[in-house]
């Protein structure tokens, strides 16, 4: 394995890691639990399942928040521990990295994504970027390369990423902090005054994967139940409440309408001949949101645009950097740091 080529995309919510010899991918949540502030105890998929749940001595750390890393000790630890379960628990010294970062971020963020890499015990032979959005078009299956305008919306955890793609480059882009757990609030808030249960949001996000439908209150919205299980607001008990998708759908309608307002402005700023090929080819919608129910067909009511949505929206970034591993035409959307300006 000595060469490999391994790509990563460091979410708020999940880390992925892929090894381009054979296409494998490590898809875990991008979380570390702490015993008695720093232990490691758990990590990824199982940490998570400890969230909101662990005792005062143990502490769930999230090392990326907004997009960019807030904790490198936690951040190393746990790409150290995701590399060694790619590769069966071993490091492989002399491979090389590619990794994608958002577009709005500083050198000095930017340095904290390199680093993770390039100090750590891997000893990677080189390490380059990719701008997310690039990655995302060509995990969609965009011709990057073509003059075609694309319009890729990238619905992250953190943040939702807008951006207009042509000609191998980002011709405009648009990140809002309105996402996945902004949803996730905002069914935390609406449980609580329409059912006086407050509920964490783990629980928000099942609701929001569920039963949600982002339709609203509108004829064809589907209408379903679920049970939702937490503490009583007045009395402080646990309960357990049925949740109906009406009361749901209407809470996220500002959060919904955000976003699409936010590609709306980014559409009005679009050069008309950019803006024609989007008419042609829609709006390629990415991201674990781009999941939440009948949320194309709401966008399309609202833009006149086709929304298209690959199989697995949250993958869409590190199927991208695999493609661009893969194929040397890609080799020039990658960025080479320069090391001086990075130790």
Request: with cysteine; aromatic share 6%.
């Amino acid at each position: 394995m000595a060469g490999s080529k391994y790509g990563m995309d460091l979410g708020t919510s999940s880390i992925k890691l892929v090894c381009t010899d054979n296409g494998s991918i490590v898809n875990e949540k991008n979380v570390i639990a702490l015993k008695d502030g720093k232990d490691l105890y758990e990590s990824g998929d199982f940490a998570y399942e400890m969230y909101e749940r662990t005792p005062e001595n143990i502490e769930i750390v999230f090392p990326v928040r907004n997009g960019v890393i807030a904790d490198i000790k936690s951040m190393e630890q746990l790409f150290d521990i995701m590399y060694r379960k790619l590769n069966g628990g071993k490091i492989v010294n002399g491979s090389t990295f590619c990794i994608a970062v958002p577009t709005d971020i500083t050198e000095v963020e930017k340095r904290a994504f390199y680093n993770i890499v390039s100090m750590s015990r891997i000893k990677a032979k080189e390490v380059s970027v990719v701008e997310k959005p690039i990655a995302d078009a060509v995990g969609v299956g965009i011709d990057i390369e073509s003059p075609k305008g694309n319009l890729v919306v990238n619905i992250g955890s953190d943040t939702t990423e807008i951006s207009v793609i042509s000609m191998g480059g980002i011709v405009l882009t648009k990140i809002i902090k309105t996402a996945g757990k902004k949803f996730d609030e905002v069914i935390i808030n609406t449980v609580r005054k329409k059912y006086n249960l407050f509920i964490g949001s783990k629980t928000a996000e099942q609701i929001k994967i569920q039963i949600a439908d982002a339709l609203g209150d509108q004829p064809e919205a589907e209408t379903q139940k679920m049970f939702a299980y937490g503490r009583n607001v007045v009395s402080g008990l646990p309960v357990k409440v049925e949740v109906d998708s009406k009361v749901i759908n209407e809470g996220i309608q500002e959060c919904l309408h955000t976003i699409i307002d936010s590609v709306k402005m980014l559409l009005e700023k679009t050069p008309p001949e950019l803006s024609a090929d989007i008419i042609h080819s829609g709006m390629f919608l990415t991201g674990g949101s781009a999941n939440i129910k009948n949320i194309d067909k709401l966008i399309k009511k609202e833009t006149g645009l086709d929304v298209n949505i690959p199989d697995n929206p949250e993958l869409s970034i590190i199927s991208g950097i695999n493609t661009i591993y893969s194929d040397s035409k890609y080799d020039k959307v990658r960025y080479f740091p320069k090391e001086k300006e990075y130790k």
